[in-house]
């Protein structure tokens, strides 16, 4: 049972990947990740996330390992905290509160106790210093680290712009044009600026910084797309640096591997470049990313890298500039026009992500499932161009159909698309049906289908709404033609409209009867078989936000927001207003499998949440302040099993669950749970033994290998305990050998079935007599059946000499003599 006073507002996923680089664990087989508050544990070879460690209050800025303990890491915040953590059991280890914003973290080796965060200057707007923050030691878990020692003043605000070099023996700072060298040990400070001008198109604003790691020589980014490489910088006048040139746009990042013979660089183009041994002449590409490079990090082995993307996606690149794995995140996309839908079948949130797609994403596992392309057309960045893009979007009731709706941003004269989806179980995927242009003559404000599942996907109509004054109703016929490669198509059936206003809102109700459309000021009720307009509501003064009908037990009342700030709720049998609110809803969503609906208010700044009944007027649960941010969009997404509670405050939560999103695109949600909870126990185990390496398919073995062996005990059978065998060599061999220079599988097969043959060991003192008992009998029947050989030979030339001929004793007969042979007849003689 669940406390009554445990329900809290829990950011579920949605946050940015890409607030500081990645880092690699020591063996490269995680992948440690800041998400929002939280700090991620991804799996390299699954892209599961293993673990979610959560403490900090704000913004997590920056995560390095602990170099004297490659199984701890360190975390910086806004929020004036260092925490450290072992990253393999999820634990907090310390909190070490400095009392200034953290906007970036870096560790030395060389540099005991001490860790390099990067701050506000005190006193002065946009000044930030890099300042050495020592760790305090002591027993509490919570501890005070106010020593600080300025390093560097004028630094960049970001990790990009600072680098150490050669084992810690100097530190480089970038900002604007300068370029500052810091050397430890001499305290030796030597500043460098680049020419203002811009020539031939040409900018040199510094954008990123990184180090060599075994040599002295710096490389940077520029907003111009160069990379200069600098060397001799010990002297302030003698210095030199070469420049190398692919980028057409600013480099976002850049990264030595771990030998220095490769240079890594990304940038807008979505390209990550390769350099080989600093020259413009010998490089690599690994094109086609998807979207532009943000970070850029190496593991410590130098085997893999990892690019953080601006759509929120994490790319895992071999070191022979390969793809390997993709960890997508939700894409924050500039607007979300389609708003919040779930998807029938997945129950994943549906919505915008690139430009042009769908981007279905999982709430268990905080990762996008699949993209859908609506648009098909190229997105080409360029600022001022006008493209198509996503607007609506709406499901049928069992998810076989999609509806979505595309416009070009032209604000007079729209170009609309209206496509119908039919998803094919076989290719598992969304084939567009029917496309139609030009639906209406003016942008489409809403649609919706009629959700009656009892009666089939003949029942299905879809309604949408525009500011063309009207409504359409589509419905689905077959198609004649012979070349057409579907059975039915999507035709309009029906044209509504009332006094000339815009169409704003459309729904049905639960049963299909009913359709509620919204004209400005007023809401219409139409039948849904005769097309008749039943009745008309009013609530002057404003325009109608938003409409939903009850559902179950409160089916017959009709809800309805104006942009004035009320909430009224209508009768449909006595067609008068039953009652009404001052709230300026910005949000009314109701839930699907339930009599509530929920509505989210905006007022002064301030995020409220209202949980009520239409057929109450008062809430059963009322929110204040849910967030600090102001809440957009929201959706009730139906629970597997519902959920237990002891408290009726909370009834609405059983059966669904309240996901809403905010204006800076975090999904957050209401739960009794926390986010770490929600994990399952499989996700959290880490440490493993390294035999076995731990994938789904394991996973199950195990599994049924476990219920096997109960099943087995429960029946009285003997259970065969075997030693764990280390994996075959020949097995290894098999799976990681490329398939270019293998030998035939003919040749391969019987070394491959010996490995698997398993060697019998540990016998037990009876099984060893009974095998020598067998070889004893084995030898003398071996002994005996030579006798008898002789015999037989000596009997067959008595007999051919006499002419006649005898049957020859089968097998089991000799067997049986001779086992008469030795039996022991001794007792006879005592009679």
């Not at 009392?99 to 080796?109: K, R």
């Not at 970038?174 to 020539?199: A, D, H, I, W």
């Not at 589509?474 to 509504?496: H, I, K, L, R, Y």
């Not at 800076?664 to 126990?681: A, F, G, Y």
Request: charged share 25%; glycine share 6%.
């Amino acid at each position: 049972m669940v406390a009554p006073d445990a329900l809290r507002v829990v950011r579920c996923g949605g946050s940015t990947l890409r607030g500081a680089r990645a880092v690699f664990s020591a063996d490269s087989k995680y992948l440690l990740c800041a998400s929002g508050d939280f700090v991620k544990v991804y799996s390299v070879n699954t892209e599961e996330t293993l673990r979610l460690m959560g403490g900090h209050a704000d913004l997590v800025t920056g995560i390095q390992l602990n170099p004297h303990n490659h199984m701890q890491l360190y975390s910086s915040s806004l929020d004036g905290t260092i925490k450290l953590w072992d990253y393999m059991d999820g634990i907090l280890i310390k909190t070490f509160t400095v009392g200034s914003q953290l906007l970036a973290l870096s560790t030395l080796a060389s540099a005991e106790d001490s860790v390099f965060v990067v701050i506000p200057k005190k006193g002065e707007r946009d000044t930030f210093q890099l300042v050495s923050v020592k760790l305090t030691k002591g027993a509490g878990q919570d501890l005070e680290s106010k020593e600080l020692s300025v390093v560097l003043d004028g630094v960049g605000a970001s990790m990009k712009h600072i680098a150490f070099g050669r084992e810690g023996a100097y530190v480089v700072s970038v900002k604007g044009m300068n370029l500052q060298v810091y050397f430890f040990k001499r305290k030796l400070l030597n500043r460098f600026s680049l020419s203002t001008l811009k020539t031939k198109g040409g900018d040199n604003r510094f954008s990123c910084v990184v180090c060599h790691p075994t040599e002295d020589c710096i490389a940077t980014g520029h907003a111009d797309g160069k990379i200069r490489l600098w060397r001799n910088f010990h002297h302030k006048k003698e210095y030199t640096y070469s420049t190398l040139h692919w980028h057409h746009d600013i480099v976002m990042d850049l990264a030595f591997s771990m030998e220095g013979t490769r240079l890594l660089s990304g940038g807008v183009e979505s390209v990550l470049v390769q350099w080989h041994n600093e020259s413009s002449c010998q490089k690599d590409f690994l094109p086609r990313l998807g979207s532009p490079i943000e970070y850029i990090s190496m593991s410590s082995d130098g085997a893999l890298c990892c690019t953080l993307h601006t759509d929120n996606r994490i790319t895992i690149i071999n070191s022979n500039l390969r793809f390997s794995r993709s960890i997508q995140g939700l894409i924050k996309s500039r607007d979300v026009k389609t708003g919040l839908v779930v998807d029938p079948r997945t129950k994943a949130l549906v919505l915008n992500g690139e430009p042009g797609h769908l981007q279905f994403y999982s709430l268990q596992s905080d990762q996008q499932l699949f993209s859908l392309d609506i648009v098909q057309r190229q997105y080409i960045h360029e600022a001022g161009l006008k493209q198509s893009d996503l607007v609506k979007v709406a499901f049928s009731a069992r998810g076989t159909w999609l509806a979505t709706v595309e416009e070009s941003e032209e604000v007079t004269d729209p170009e609309l698309q209206l496509k119908l989806w039919f998803y094919h179980e076989e290719a598992q995927s969304f084939q567009l049906n029917t496309r139609i242009n030009t639906p209406h003559d003016n942008h489409i404000t809403d649609m919706c289908f009629r959700d009656m599942d009892e009666l089939g996907e003949d029942s299905l109509i879809l309604v949408t709404t525009g500011r063309d004054c009207v409504f359409k109703v589509w419905v689905m016929v077959e198609d004649t033609d012979p070349e057409a490669q579907q059975n039915v198509s999507w035709t309009c059936d029906f044209v509504g409209s009332y006094h000339n206003y815009q169409a704003t809102n459309c729904c049905f109700s639960e049963d299909g009867s009913l359709l509620a459309v919204s004209f400005e000021e007023t809401v219409t009720v139409w039948d849904s078989l005769t097309w008749d307009l039943k009745c008309t509501f009013c609530h002057p003064p404003g325009n109608i936000r938003k409409i939903c009908f009850g559902r179950l037990t409160c089916s017959k009342y009709l809800i309805g927001a104006t942009d004035y700030g009320f909430l009224c709720c209508w009768n449909l049998l006595t067609c008068a207003l039953e009652w009404s609110a001052h709230l300026n809803v910005v949000v009314l969503q109701p839930d699907p499998v339930s009599e509530h609906i929920a509505a989210v208010s905006w007022l002064s700044k301030e995020s409220s949440l209202f949980v009520f009944k239409p057929n109450e007027p008062r809430p059963i649960y009322i929110q204040r302040n849910l967030c600090k941010d102001k809440i957009l969009l929201a959706a009730f997404v139906p629970r597997d099993e519902p959920e237990m509670t002891s408290s009726k405050k909370y009834l609405w939560l059983r059966k669904s669950q309240l996901f809403f999103l905010t204006d800076t695109q975090e999904l957050m949600t209401l739960s009794t749970k926390s986010l770490e909870e929600r994990l399952t126990p499989s996700n959290k185990q880490l440490a493993v033994e390294e035999s076995l390496p731990v994938t789904p398919f394991s996973l199950l073995l195990g599994k049924h290998r476990h219920q096997q062996a109960q099943e087995d005990v429960d029946l009285g059978k003997p259970v065969v305990h075997n030693k764990q065998e280390q994996a075959s060599p020949a097995v290894k061999e098999l799976l990681h050998t490329p398939a270019h220079v293998l030998p035939s599988a003919s040749f391969l097969c019987t070394i491959f079935i010996n490995s698997l043959l398993i060697s019998k060991e540990n016998k037990s003192a009876e099984e060893v007599a009974d095998e020598v008992e067998m070889e004893s009998e084995k030898a003398e029947d071996e002994s005996d059946e030579e006798d008898v050989t002789a015999m037989e030979q000596e009997d067959t030339s008595h007999m051919e000499l006499l002419g006649e001929t005898t049957c020859k004793l089968s097998k089991s007969q000799e067997k049986e003599l001779r086992k008469i042979r030795k039996m022991d007849y001794s007792w006879i003689s005592a009679f």
